[in-house]
């Protein structure tokens, strides 16, 4: 959760906030760095990764447990670095017009959200091989990436009014189904584990879980 932004007290510094793929560690971005939580213990949170090196970081996503990192800072938000925190060495960097507002990763791919495109990159190089432009305005940068390598499907908002979701298949690059998920507009998306179903939750607090065929036509 990119807390930048969000208002309220604030006093500790704390930017963002989430989980990796898979639950088992927790990152945290503050004014001073980022920290990546160990979650295997239920009596406390064990320190894996400390940087103090980074300002402002307003966004860090882990891959799973390796060692790639996405990290946004406030004092660059529309540049978007990936490292390898073990080795402490950066891997890349891209630029984009505007001020990323989100990152999601899985193994196959790695999702850029601006407020009125995405930018799908293959994990592998960091190549970009799609950007759907001019979506609806989505200044939260909602989406959602189911981390199943075989339904690797992306959710954002069909709509700044009501609550439709697109769904888009980031492995063949098309769009596959367009949800009427709810009557005002979305603020939150979360795929299941497989990537078989898709929970949603509007403005207006209505959760709903949606099921829908992941079969590919070859």
């Given at each position: 959760?990119?807390?930048?932004?969000?208002g309220?007290d604030?006093?500790?510094?704390?930017?963002?906030?989430?989980?990796?793929?898979?639950?088992?560690?927790?990152?945290?971005?503050?004014?001073?760095?980022?920290?990546?939580?160990?979650?295997?213990?239920?009596?406390?949170?064990?320190?894996i990764?400390?940087?103090?090196?980074?300002?402002?970081?307003?966004?860090?996503?882990?891959?799973?447990?390796?060692?790639?990192?996405?990290i946004?800072s406030?004092?660059a938000?529309?540049?978007?670095?990936?490292?390898?925190?073990?080795?402490?060495?950066?891997?890349?960097?891209?630029?984009?017009?505007n001020?990323?507002?989100?990152?999601k990763?899985?193994?196959?791919?790695?999702?850029?959200?601006?407020?009125?495109?995405?930018?799908?990159?293959?994990i592998?190089?960091?190549?970009?091989?799609?950007?759907?432009?001019?979506?609806?305005?989505?200044?939260?940068?909602?989406?959602?990436?189911s981390i199943?390598?075989?339904?690797?499907?992306l959710?954002?908002?069909?709509?700044?009014?009501?609550?439709?979701?697109?769904?888009?298949d980031?492995?063949?690059?098309?769009?596959?189904?367009?949800?009427?998920?709810?009557?005002s507009?979305?603020?939150?998306?979360q795929?299941?584990?497989?990537g078989?179903?898709?929970?949603?939750?509007?403005?207006?607090?209505?959760?709903?879980?949606?099921?829908y065929?992941?079969?590919?036509?070859t």
């Amino acid at each position: 959760m990119n807390l930048a932004g969000q208002g309220g007290d604030n006093s500790a510094g704390l930017l963002f906030v989430n989980f990796n793929q898979d639950c088992t560690s927790l990152a945290v971005g503050s004014k001073t760095g980022y920290k990546l939580h160990s979650l295997n213990s239920v009596d406390k949170l064990d320190v894996i990764y400390e940087n103090a090196e980074s300002e402002d970081v307003c966004i860090v996503e882990r891959l799973f447990s390796s060692s790639l990192v996405a990290i946004v800072s406030l004092s660059a938000p529309r540049k978007l670095k990936v490292c390898h925190f073990k080795k402490g060495t950066e891997i890349c960097n891209y630029s984009y017009s505007n001020t990323i507002l989100a990152v999601k990763l899985n193994r196959l791919r790695l999702i850029v959200a601006l407020e009125e495109s995405l930018y799908i990159h293959n994990i592998r190089d960091m190549k970009v091989l799609h950007t759907i432009r001019d979506t609806p305005p989505n200044p939260m940068g909602l989406c959602a990436l189911s981390i199943n390598n075989d339904n690797c499907f992306l959710a954002y908002p069909g709509s700044a009014q009501i609550g439709e979701v697109q769904v888009f298949d980031t492995v063949n690059l098309r769009a596959v189904t367009m949800i009427p998920a709810h009557d005002s507009p979305l603020a939150a998306l979360q795929f299941n584990a497989p990537g078989t179903k898709l929970a949603t939750a509007s403005e207006k607090v209505c959760p709903s879980v949606y099921g829908y065929l992941c079969r590919r036509k070859t």
